[in-house]
């Protein structure tokens, strides 16, 4: 290869190519938009102490359930990692939100 062809940068094949990388990135970011608890598109995203993002309902239905366990002498655990949670306080997660917008905007 000679040193020309060294400096010059590789060109992608076109515009197909550009789409195929689009897609394949969006897909990916698919899973990142979706609740680990209910598998749906984020409406409320909150992080728990875990450090993982949840649909606010679900972990709010989770936490509740283990409040009525009778036999629930710790905090619940986490549906990720398998520890109990620290704390039950939750955070929105506003990040995920205005990428989730600006996202719809562009579609």
């Known amino acids: 290869m000679g040193e020309d062809q060294l ?3 590789r060109q992608a094949n ?3 190519s550009a789409r195929q990388v689009l897609s394949i990135l969006l897909h990916g970011m698919q899973e990142t938009l979706e609740c ?3 598998n749906l598109r984020f409406r409320e995203p909150v992080i728990a102490s875990d450090g993982y993002t949840y649909e606010r309902w679900a972990i709010t239905e989770l ?3 283990n409040g009525q ?3 629930a002498d710790t905090e619940p655990c986490s ?3 398998g520890l109990p949670f620290a704390s039950r306080q939750l ?3 506003r ?3 205005n990428m989730m917008s600006a996202m719809d905007a562009g579609t």
């Open 69 to 71: 366990d009778t036999f």
């Open 7 to 9: 400096r010059q940068p």
């Open 36 to 38: 680990p608890l209910t």
């Open 95 to 97: 990040q995920l939100v």
């Open 63 to 65: 936490f509740e359930a």
């Open 91 to 93: 955070i929105p997660n």
């Open 79 to 81: 549906p990720m990692t």
């Open 14 to 16: 076109g515009p197909q």
